[in-house]
């Protein structure tokens, strides 16, 4: 047994207060999580012991566990999993403090081992610097003082000066409520700073992009239904989906974007150069593989960028070449057919969202924007390289975790008005919503009461192929319960009816809501 003290205290194993113990452990693994944020603040923030766990973790999930998280959680699932590893850290960080209690060693080496699994956690990072470790080194050396101050200070738990015994005890609890309330400070500061990315938000904040050389054609005003979602989605409530639990920081001055791999030319984009190509601006409806039937990781807005054919025309691609992957800053990829990236539409590497630089959750300084395909197979944030190659040859991000190879968008359908589980009057009851068939265009939306027959809707004006189109529909409602259902046509006619699952390539089926009418 080590000397756990010097006052008068029981060191045999059965007198030991496994609760004290534990709550030492816990405290000290807060300072270990605090230290690690505070230092990674000067590391970069997929530095952070926690942050670099997390997306290992993320990476390392089979698609089953992240459909379900998905499904189940949304687009808080990234809170989920950081609760999650909270909740398993403090029962490990107990286990070490119990351990510790019992023999020193035992819990040094615990602390040593998972301070050494978030350093490679972090090194093994796509992003990765050569100082990607320093802050999991630095916040378990100081978890593991901590772990002894505290272990040094547990009173006995059987003691014969009951006196003496509640003033170790309060002093305990005192130094450990001390440890863990600094610990989960730090932490909070260094995270809350770090996600902020200084160096990223002063970039965006000092820059001004250039006029577009062709503008997006004036939007009717008549796109827009009334009491329904607006056309044109804010940036704030633009949805986010991604697998990066610290947004990646780049800076536009030292931003470039390679292209190689099935080319002629190797070419390197800078942001000088991307600044000073003609930028066209064009309404793009994005929507994720990931939305289930009537879901909302969907939403429109206003891009502007280079196109990407003018750059892979730089670069001048083998014929044989079918694809292009796209890789983020922080290692994300998207294989898009390269067809896409160089016919007419308005594929585009984008610098701005709603005449502002493109907001840093949303891919800030350059993203890739593709009309017609959902955006894992297309439209990669915080873009830094194009890899032309075959489809036989590379695969993306989402495909090596199950998902299709290819990602056109399917044609849906929303009924945005009356809710699911509404009660209105009987009479005229507007339904409306949005259809969208990303370039295609929706030619024609029909609902359909119970099981009657399908009723065609009138459709707003047309924003463009490119975007999602709203409609309305007329009901004549009558009393008691019925069931609305929404069905859209692209040029190739009606949607498909099947009710099929987001995996692999896209939910089908027909959005429906249930109506009370009194
Ligand atoms: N770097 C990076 N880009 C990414 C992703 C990602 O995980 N990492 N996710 C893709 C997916 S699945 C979608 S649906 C869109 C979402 O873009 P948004 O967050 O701007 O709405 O980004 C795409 N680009
Ligand atoms: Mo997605």
């Not at 738990?157 to 400070?185: N, P």
């Not at 990829?333 to 949303?362: F, K, Q, Y």
């Not at 890899?387 to 044609?411: H, I, L």
């Amino acid at each position: 047994m080590p000397e756990v003290g010097t006052t008068a205290r029981t060191t045999t194993p059965t007198g030991l207060p496994t609760g004290l113990a534990a709550l030492a452990g816990i405290a000290a693994g807060a300072v270990t999580v605090g230290v690690g944020s505070l230092v990674a603040l000067f590391t970069g923030a997929s530095t952070n012991p926690l942050t670099a766990v997390g997306a290992t973790f993320v990476d390392a999930t089979p698609a089953w566990l992240k459909e379900f998280a998905t499904t189940n959680f949304g687009t808080n699932d990234k809170l989920v999993l950081g609760i999650g590893e909270v909740i398993v850290l403090a029962g490990l960080a107990a286990l070490a403090g119990i351990l510790a209690a019992r023999r020193w060693a035992w819990g040094a080496v615990l602390v040593v081992l998972l301070a050494a699994v978030a350093g490679l956690a972090a090194l093994s990072r796509p992003d990765a610097g050569s100082l990607a470790a320093v802050p999991s080194v630095a916040g378990g050396v100081a978890g593991l003082i901590a772990l002894r101050l505290l272990i040094d200070r547990l009173p006995a738990a059987a003691s014969d000066d009951r006196a003496h015994a509640r003033t170790d005890r309060r002093s305990f609890l005192l130094a450990t409520s001390a440890a863990a309330g600094l610990g989960v400070v730090a932490a909070v500061v260094g995270r809350s700073v770090g996600a902020a990315g200084r160096a990223a938000r002063a970039a965006r904040a000092s820059l001004t992009l250039p006029p577009p050389a062709t503008s997006a054609a004036p939007v009717p005003a008549g796109v827009q239904v009334a009491g329904i979602e607006p056309w044109a989605t804010p940036p704030a409530d633009f949805y986010r989906i991604d697998t990066a639990l610290a947004v990646p920081q780049v800076d536009p001055a030292t931003w470039e974007l390679r292209v190689h791999g099935l080319v002629e030319n190797e070419v390197t984009l800078t942001w000088d150069e991307l600044q000073a190509a003609d930028l066209v601006e064009a309404w793009v409806t994005l929507c994720c593989v990931s939305n289930p039937v009537g879901g909302d990781l969907i939403g429109n807005q206003r891009w502007l960028g280079m196109p990407v054919r003018e750059l892979l025309a730089r670069a001048k691609p083998h014929a044989d070449a079918d694809m292009v992957l796209s890789t983020s800053a922080d290692g994300f990829t998207a294989s898009t057919p390269i067809e896409a990236l160089t016919d007419d539409r308005d594929a585009l590497l984008a610098v701005g969202m709603n005449d502002e630089p493109l907001p840093i959750e949303h891919g800030f300084p350059v993203r890739m924007v593709v009309p017609g395909l959902y955006g894992y197979v297309s439209a990669t944030k915080w873009v830094v390289d194009l890899e032309v190659t075959r489809f036989a040859d590379k695969t993306a991000y989402w495909t090596d975790r199950g998902w299709s190879p290819q990602g056109p968008v399917k044609t849906q359908s929303r009924i945005s008005v009356p809710r699911s589980g509404a009660e209105v009057k009987a009479g005229d009851v507007v339904v409306a919503g949005t259809s969208w068939a990303q370039h295609r265009g929706i030619t024609r939306v029909q609902v359909r009461v119970d099981d009657g027959a399908w009723q065609d809707a009138d459709l707003a004006d047309d924003g463009g192929i490119d975007t999602w189109r709203q409609w309305s529909w007329r009901w004549p409602a009558t009393a008691g319960h019925h069931r609305l259902y929404v069905r859209a046509f692209d040029p190739d006619g009606p949607q498909s009816g099947r009710n099929v699952d987001v995996i692999p390539d896209g939910a089908e089926g027909y959005d429906q809501v249930g109506v009370d009418v009194t």
